[in-house]
C-alpha cells in the first residue's frame, strides 16, 4: 500500500509566520515520530505519538512547536512565529504494533525561514 | 544519553573495493543498532538490524558490545551503493531513534 506521505514537501515561510506541516502515516500504524534534520545532520527526534496521545515531546525545541493527532491517524506539526534556525527538513515516521515496530519515513517537509 | 558516532562525514571508495563505514554508539544498556540509508531523491529507509542478523544488498554489521561499534562493511563496493548511510540506536521496540551525522558514501567507477 502507499507509504507514509508529508505535505507540503516544500515551505517557504517569512520570520514569524506561523506554519502547518502534515503527516499521513500508514494506514494501521499505531505509533508516529517526527524527526527534525537541520542541514548537515542526522534526524533528530522531536516527539512520539501512539494513537492519538502524544506520549514523549521532549525534543521540542521550544514552546513555538506543538503536534497533535487527534483521532490517531493524520498528525500536524505546527510551528509559531517561525525563526531562521527552524528551517529543517521535517521527517514523519510511522510503525506498527509488533515484534519489529521498524520505522517507515516520509519524504520530509523542507522548510525554509527567511 | 544516548549517542552516535560516525567518525567520517565522507567516503569515497573504487568500484569492487571493500568498503567499511564506522559506527560508535554509547548507551548504558541493551540498545538495537540500525543502519538507514537514504539515496539520491528518495525517502530515508532501514537497510538492516543488528537483531536479524541478515546481509542486505551484500551489506552485513555485527554488534560488537566490548567496542561499542556497529561497523557496517561491504567486500565489493558498487556504484549503486552511492547514498547516504546513517547509524541509528534505540532503545526498545517502540522508542524514538537517536541517529548519527551520517557518512556520504561514493563508489567511483
Known amino acids: 500500500g502507499a507509504g507514509v506521505s508529508q505535505s507540503p514537501r516544500y515551505k517557504v515561510a517569512k520570520r514569524g509566520q506561523d506554519v502547518a506541516l502534515r503527516c499521513d502515516p500508514i494506514s494501521g500504524h499505531v505509533s508516529l515520530f517526527w524527526y527534525q534534520q537541520a542541514l548537515g545532520q542526522g534526524p533528530e527526534f522531536l516527539t512520539y505519538f501512539q494513537n492519538e496521545a502524544q506520549l514523549d515531546k521532549s525534543g521540542l525545541p521550544s514552546d513555538r512547536f506543538f503536534a497533535e493527532r487527534p483521532e490517531g491517524s493524520v498528525s500536524t506539526l505546527k510551528i509559531q512565529r517561525t525563526q531562521q534556525e527552524d528551517s529543517a527538513v521535517y521527517l514523519c515516521?510511522?510503525?506498527?504494533?509488533?515484534?519489529?515496530?521498524?520505522?517507515?519515513f516520509g519524504p520530509g517537509t523542507r522548510l525554509t525561514v527567511t | 544519553a544516548q549517542r552516535v558516532t560516525q567518525p567520517e562525514k565522507l567516503l569515497s571508495v573504487f568500484k569492487g573495493a571493500p568498503v567499511e563505514l564506522k559506527c560508535n554508539y554509547s548507551?548504558?544498556?541493551?540498545?538495537?543498532l540500525f543502519w538507514y540509508v537514504q539515496y539520491s531523491r528518495q525517502r530515508l529507509q532501514l537497510l538492516l538490524r543488528h537483531i536479524s542478523r541478515e546481509s542486505i544488498k551484500g551489506f552485513t554489521a555485527d554488534l560488537n558490545k566490548g567496542e561499542t561499534s556497529f561497523h557496517l562493511k561491504k567486500p565489493f563496493a558498487q556504484e549503486e551503493d552511492s547514498a547516504m548511510y546513517y547509524c541509528a540506536l534505540r532503545r526498545g521496540s517502540n522508542y524514538k531513534l537517536t541517529f548519527g551525522k551520517g557518512t556520504l558514501l561514493t563508489v567511483n567507477p
Open positions: 548507551y548504558s544498556g541493551s540498545p538495537e
Open positions: 515516521a510511522s510503525s506498527a504494533q509488533g515484534t519489529s515496530y521498524e520505522q517507515y
